[in-house]
């Protein structure tokens, strides 16, 4: 992500080199652990950005989602906008609190199964406090192990539930923030990201899921795609440089959303019964959904998490507890439907 005048004519604009420098270069601990995630990247300050966006970003409009309870990551989440991409256009959305508001049973169910998702993760032997065995890691894969939902879980489904309802009535895509996206990170290369190399390369990856007829674009992720596949089959030939079919992919911190895919997931959610990123994931893995992953420069194949935004705080600051542990060292054990 950031752009450097360092290939070709110095006067060409900052995407018309990244497309040169493309071409050219060219969930606690014991359940479902991965390897890195997109949070785990490096994240400082930066000068002011900007860049100025072109025909594929053109009219396109954002939807951060937060807590009304929570005014200071909107605020951070804001100032951050308006200072690095001030040509996207922004509203707040206000997140479904799954401590406080009615969520209904046919839009996100109240327990999901660990059945699809341990395909992916790590899953583990979950004991109890005395050391007994609850759940062996085989019987996560089959028949799976029913959890509730979190609070923080649920309000989340429905928060995104509620977000696809909206652009499903419109014609456009829309970009889906949540309030700890990051744009300010040390990137793979090693060099700073920015507004301004976020907005070049959101351009080029656009251009081409457009080109693609894509329904989602990740714009960080973390997980499987072309180029690590675990289930699909790779097509051979040469790869895309800047954007690849996903597979199985975690994170909903930054996604495109196309009339289009939130048509789709609404009707595939009747109701919601996973978490909402497993949800995703699931569909796109099944081919019921056309989901293309971003990749930032520098992002290879061997790479589990990348994009051009990352988590501000992955492991730290967040409302949403993992009812299966996840990579947030969360009990495993809390929200077990049956213990």
Known sequence: FRLERDVGDPRTSGAEQLVEQVFLGAMAPKVAKKPAAAGARDRSRSAPGGGKPGKALEGLSALVLGLERRPDRWKRCEDMLNKEVPWLKHEFFRATDGKADT??????????????NNFYGAYEDVLDKDGKILYTAAQFADPGVDYEFSPGERGCAHSHYRMWQKIAEGDSPVLILEDDVQLIFKRTTGRQATGRTFTARFELGMEEAIKRKAEVLYLGWSGHRAGN???????RGRKNPLIRKAEYVWTTVAYVLWPAGAKKLLAASKPMDQPVDNFMAWECREGRLESYVLLDEGD??????????????????????????????DDPTEYLAKK
């Open 103 to 116: 969520i209904p049973d046919d839009e996100v169910a109240k327990t999901w199964n660990t059945k699809c």
């Open 229 to 235: 596949y675990k289930h699909h089959v790779p097509v």
């Open 300 to 329: 290879k194949d061997d790479l589990w998490s990348g994009g051009i935004v990352t988590q501000l705080d992955f492991n730290g600051d967040s409302d949403i507890k993992k009812s299966d542990g996840g990579d947030q060292g």
